[in-house]
Structures are given as structure tokens and as C-alpha cells.
């Protein structure tokens, strides 16, 4: 009896030990409701606290969505497709998109039409992923089975069932192994931490982040404040106070009345903001962020604004629209008031139009419903703060600077400025389908060309046909002569692999470069551990995924710390295995896993299957080092956003490859 109970008491130590490193948060359960020769097939998931499964609906780009794969049979057709509850919806800034998700459970519905009576069994797979704040799973295929009754003329739920699938047992580890791969042995991994030397011995945590519609709100202000510099906007402020002053018969009407027209202003925008949120929608919103075609349909647009500032043409309305608002001002009360408002937005709109569309775009991406509607909140705001604050003191107008050249000078940088912001949506296109036609030093050529060209302006090298003789340059304008210079200069060490962090997120990976400083990196555990044992390197395993979240924050923040990045590209052989990868292995190098029993067929497949077997984890990112023989140097760590705990966990690897190497 004691020796049972011993048994029994290191099975469960055995299964909570592996439940500590082996991650499965999403189980799945099954029942099938029966009516006449219709079914509903209901796949219920259940998430572990603290984790989420994503929709079936996600853009390009984003994680790895839910998807169902049903095994053709001549029994049943399938009605419709799978339907799916609400969720939570977020906006995720590392994949610059508004995602969906479901927390603690969730049920999948499909309809199915029965073509015949008889009894069956139906089949299929389920993939899903699922992430909390700090890792991700791989994509987990399981295998799903119903049991559809022959004779259905009464309803029929079937109890709810665990999924097919059985939990992998714990992974048995040996110190080194050796596989027969590509024709050449090739020491696996090993997750033996017992001879780690002490006298290298570090410690590490873990954190993370959000943004909201605050920060939409004031970028919208500032569109508005740029926007009263343009020559069709400036003008109007005094000409507008003036004309509310004088028609009024009283001071105190004529405030009223510009209050009224500035309230005007921003009730027009804001409409405007929220016809496109509702004419749009939120998943189209999430089209804006990611879709190639919105991508380079806004490219497009800006690249037309842009000339339009420079003076390559004019954006304007129809002369029609302008003279019905321009009469309907002529009424009297709040209904002309109304329209000389409308007015003044036609007529500005083709130097707000650029403006509007830049702040619209930002703003669709940025958020979901509410993004839009805050943004021209914002915009208008700021447009018509002058219109109610100069009416009330007339005086002050005689403070501001006439009307001149310098309103055509805004309007030309503004054109620049919109030249460089298109680049960035030809850029997330040409990023998306690979196309290299934007690599990092093209696009900062171009974006140093542009900004170069703006510091000339500045300085009056070069004119423009709509611009008045520069007499001299004003103390502002060198100002700003000195801003632009200042970061076309920035900009210049990029060409030769410098991060340039302040604009990060505007530019290509540095992966995307020509001229490439990053540490040598493989994506094939065979070549990178090959390559290490030539050059007598330690390896670090890098386990990530293309939909991997925080392994694309690890990327562009922790691995371009300067310290980090020595360390990666002098020090070690860096070997990223992407355990989602599609890529089909050829059929002689498929195999069933012994750790888990599924087939392996796919590259990520295998990726996986490693980093299971040999590792008992499968989350994302996941960092092993190893020396060129395969044994560890150090405990694994998972997302680790802190560069001096990172830092410490790579020095740690490093010392004791020294010690065992004698270097």
C-alpha cells in the first residue's frame, strides 16, 4: 500500500511538473444539437485564466487566427460558415492592428444539412493560438469527432466531451543526443542544467504596455493648429471675426454669433469623423491598419496631396457646392451662420483635405469606432479656437502677421512632409508580399533626399512657382532650417546599419537592408550548429513565430540595445526557428513525434516538436543557450523586456562557454 501511495504521490509531482513548463491554456470540448435534417455542431473553448484565443477574423500580418477544417463526407454539407461570439476587441501596437480575441471560454457554432439517414462519425481539425502578456503557443491542431445520429427527428445534444487528444507525457532529457538530419549528425539540444558552473550565475524577470484615445485627440489638435498656417485657412480668421463684429449690433452678439460659427466648425468635422467610422466599420478599420490595398491606396492619396501642396495642381470641390453654401450663408440666424461655416470647409479643403485624410488614416488605425470621431474632435477644436477666441477680443488681431508668402512656404513643407508619410504605406505593402523593393537604405535615401530638399527650401535655395523673392530669412525660419537639418543628418548613418530608435517604427526592419550588420543568423537548428562548431562559437535558440508578439518587441527593442547587440553579433551564432512556419517538409523527412504522436508535415511543425521534446515548453519567445555541442549554458528564458536582465542572461552563457572552453 505505501509503495501505491508513493507511486502515486510522484505521478502527481510528475504531471504538475510538466503542467509548470509545458503550456496547454486552450481545451476544447464538443456536442452536436440535432433537429429534423439539420445539425449544429457547437466546439466550446475553455482558456486558462490570464490567457486568449484570437477570431477567425484577423488581418494579414496578425496572429495565427482559429480556423475549423472539416474532412469532406457525402453525409452532410456544411450551411454557412463558423460562427463565432462577440469577444473582446483590443488595438495591439506591435502588430499596428485592432484585434479580437476570447478570454475563459468561448462556443464556435456551424450549421450543417444531413443528405443522408444513416449514422456517422464527422471529422476534422481545429488550430488555434493563444497568448497572454508575456508568451505565446505555437498554433495547436486538434483533432475533433462528432457522432451524427442516423435518424434525427428529434433534438439530440450529446454530452460534452474532452477533446480527443491526450496530454504529451513529460519529456525524458539526456544530456546529448544525436539525429540523423540532412544527411549529417548534428548534436541536439540539451536541457541538463546540473553542470552549470556557479561562478556565472545571474538572476531575471519579466513586464508590459497600451495607449488611448487622449493621444488621438491631441494629434488631432495639432492637425487643427497646422492647419490655420495654410494659406486657405489663415486669412479667414480675421475676415471672419471682422464680418461677425460688424454685423452684429451689439459686442456681446457678435461673440455669441462666432461662437456659434466656431461650434459650426467642429459639429461639421465631427460628423465627418463619424460618417467615416460608420460608413467604414470596425473590420474595415482593421483593413486600414494591415489590408496591401489600403495600404497602397493611401499611398496613393498622400503622394497626390503632396504634389497638390507643392503646386503640382489644386484639390477643389465643385464650384456648385461652394455657391449653394456660399447662398445659403446669406440667410439670416443660426441656419446662415451654420453655413458660412460649411463654407469656410469647403473652401479650405484643399489644404485641410491632406490634413484630414492624414489624421483619418492614423486615426482608423489607431483605434476602433471611437478613433475617427476623437481625431476630428481634436482637429476642429484647434480650427476653431481663433475664430472664438479673436471675436472676443477683436483687439489682438492686429497681432497677427499679415497674410504673405510665408502662409505658400507652410503649404510646401507640408507637401514634403506628406511625400515622406506615403512612403510608409508603400513600405508596409512591400513588406507584406516581399517584394524588397523598399530595403531600408532606399527608403532612408529617399527620406534624406526629401528632408534635404526641405532644409534648402528653408534657406532659400530652392523656389517653388508660387513663391514671393525671399528677401532675407526670418529668425523662425532658420529655425526650422536648423530642425530639418539636424535630422536629415540623423538619418545618414542608417545607410550603414545604425537603429535610429527615434524613428523606428517608421522605417524597414534592419533585417530589410542590403548591407546587413545583424549577428549571423539561421533559421535551421542543422546549419546554425554546424556553422558555430566551425567557428567555435556558442549558439543561441531563438523559438519565435511570425504572429509572435512580443518576440517582435524583444526584435526591435532589446536586441538593438548596443550592449545586446555586440553580444548577438560577436559572440554568438543566433539560430531563430519559427514554429509557424507553413513551409511543407519533404515527404522523406516527415515523421511522427514519439514526445506527442502527431505527425509532423510542416517546418514549424518540427520547430516545435524540438523545442516540446527536448525543452518541455512551447511558448514564444523562448531562449536557449547552448555551446556548439548542444549542452546548456544557462536556464532558458522566455520575454524578457528588460536590456540589463537580458544582458546578464547572455554573459552568463558566455562565461561559461569560456570556462568549459578554457578561453
Given amino acids: 500500500m505505501k509503495k501505491i501511495t508513493a ?4 505521478t502527481i509531482l510528475t504531471a504538475f511538473a510538466s503542467m509548470g513548463q509545458l503550456v496547454d491554456p486552450v481545451k476544447w470540448s464538443y456536442r452536436v444539437e440535432q433537429k429534423g435534417q439539420e445539425a449544429t455542431l457547437i466546439f466550446k473553448a475553455t482558456v486558462d485564466k490570464g490567457w486568449h484565443v484570437y477570431s477567425q477574423f484577423i488581418p494579414d500580418g496578425g496572429p495565427i487566427p482559429t480556423s475549423f477544417t472539416f474532412t469532406p463526407d457525402n453525409n452532410f454539407t456544411l450551411i454557412g460558415k463558423v460562427s463565432e461570439p462577440k469577444g473582446e476587441e483590443i488595438f495591439d501596437s506591435n502588430f499596428d492592428m485592432k484585434l479580437k480575441y476570447f478570454e475563459n471560454t468561448a462556443e464556435f457554432k456551424q450549421k450543417i444539412k444531413l443528405t443522408s439517414n444513416k449514422a456517422f462519425k464527422l471529422k476534422g481539425v481545429v488550430e488555434s493560438m493563444a497568448c497572454n502578456d508575456k508568451n505565446c503557443t505555437p498554433p495547436n491542431a486538434v483533432d475533433f469527432e462528432f457522432s451524427i445520429t442516423g435518424d434525427a427527428s428529434t433534438e439530440v445534444v450529446s454530452p460534452e466531451a474532452p477533446t480527443t487528444t491526450t496530454e504529451p507525457e513529460s519529456a525524458s532529457v539526456t544530456t546529448t543526443t544525436e539525429v ?5 549528425k548534428i548534436p541536439l539540444p540539451s536541457s541538463d542544467l546540473s553542470k552549470l558552473e556557479p561562478a556565472c550565475n545571474n538572476g531575471g524577470s519579466i513586464e508590459a504596455e497600451d495607449k488611448s484615445y487622449l493621444g488621438i485627440f491631441i494629434a ?5 493648429f497646422l492647419a490655420l498656417l495654410t494659406p486657405c485657412v489663415f486669412p479667414m480668421i480675421p475676415m471672419t471675426v471682422s464680418f461677425f463684429t460688424k454685423r452684429s449690433p451689439t459686442r456681446a452678439k457678435g461673440i455669441r454669433n462666432a461662437f456659434i460659427y466656431a461650434l459650426s466648425i467642429i459639429s461639421i468635422y465631427v460628423t465627418i469623423g463619424f460618417f467615416v467610422t460608420i460608413t467604414l466599420g470596425s473590420d474595415a478599420l482593421n483593413d486600414l491598419a494591415s489590408g496591401a490595398f489600403f495600404n497602397l491606396l493611401f499611398f496613393i492619396i498622400f503622394l497626390l496631396f503632396g504634389l497638390s501642396f507643392l503646386g503640382a495642381f489644386e484639390i477643389t470641390l465643385p464650384n456648385s457646392w461652394l455657391n449653394k453654401a456660399d447662398s445659403a450663408s446669406e440667410k439670416g440666424g443660426l441656419i446662415g451662420i451654420f453655413f458660412m461655416a460649411f463654407t469656410l470647409s469647403l473652401v479650405s479643403f484643399s489644404c485641410t483635405g491632406p490634413i484630414i485624410g492624414t489624421l483619418l488614416v492614423e486615426a482608423a488605425k489607431g483605434s476602433s469606432y471611437l478613433g475617427p470621431i476623437m481625431g476630428m474632435t481634436g482637429f476642429s477644436f484647434a480650427l476653431a479656437i481663433p475664430f472664438a477666441f479673436f471675436a472676443a477680443f477683436p483687439g489682438w488681431l492686429n497681432s497677427l502677421p499679415k497674410s504673405g508668402g510665408w502662409l505658400n512656404s507652410v503649404k510646401v513643407v507640408f507637401g514634403l512632409l506628406e511625400l515622406a508619410l506615403a512612403l510608409k504605406f508603400l513600405s508596409a505593402v512591400d513588406l507584406a508580399y516581399n517584394w524588397n523593393i523598399l530595403l531600408r537604405e532606399r527608403y532612408l535615401a529617399i527620406w ?3 528632408f534635404g530638399l526641405m532644409s534648402l527650401y528653408l534657406i532659400g535655395k530652392i523656389k517653388f512657382s508660387h513663391d514671393s523673392d525671399l528677401p532675407y530669412i526670418s529668425s523662425v525660419r532658420i529655425l526650422f532650417a536648423i530642425i530639418s537639418f539636424s535630422f536629415t543628418f540623423y538619418m545618414i ?25 545583424e549577428p549571423e543568423h539561421f533559421n535551421n537548428y542543422d546549419e546554425g550548429m554546424a556553422y558555430a562548431k566551425s567557428i567555435g562559437k556558442p549558439v543561441m535558440i531563438d523559438f519565435t513565430g511570425w ?15 548596443p550592449k545586446v547587440k555586440t553580444h548577438l553579433s560577436e559572440d554568438y551564432v543566433v539560430i531563430s526557428l519559427f514554429v509557424d512556419d507553413k513551409a511543407e517538409l519533404p515527404s522523406n523527412e516527415q515523421y511522427v513525434s514519439k514526445f506527442s504522436g502527431k505527425k509532423i508535415k510542416t517546418t514549424g511543425n518540427k520547430w516545435s516538436d524540438l523545442e516540446a521534446s527536448v525543452f518541455n515548453r512551447n511558448v514564444q519567445p523562448y531562449y536557449v543557450l547552448l555551446d556548439n555541442e548542444g549542452k546548456m549554458l544557462a536556464e532558458p528564458r522566455s520575454y524578457t523586456p528588460n536590456v540589463e536582465e537580458y544582458t546578464k542572461f547572455l554573459e552568463e552563457g558566455l562565461c561559461r562557454f569560456k570556462i568549459r572552453n578554457n578561453k
Fill in 220 to 224: 488631432g489638435m495639432l492637425g487643427g
Fill in 7 to 10: 507511486l502515486l504521490f510522484l
Fill in 180 to 184: 540523423t538530419t540532412s544527411n549529417s
Fill in 547 to 561: 504572429s509572435c508578439v512580443n518576440c517582435r518587441k524583444m526584435e526591435n527593442t532589446v536586441w538593438k540595445d
Fill in 448 to 450: 534624406i533626399s526629401i
Fill in 493 to 517: 548613418p542608417g545607410l550603414w546599419g545604425a537603429p535610429l530608435n527615434i524613428i523606428t517604427g517608421y522605417l524597414p526592419p534592419q533585417t530589410k537592408q542590403e548591407w546587413n550588420p
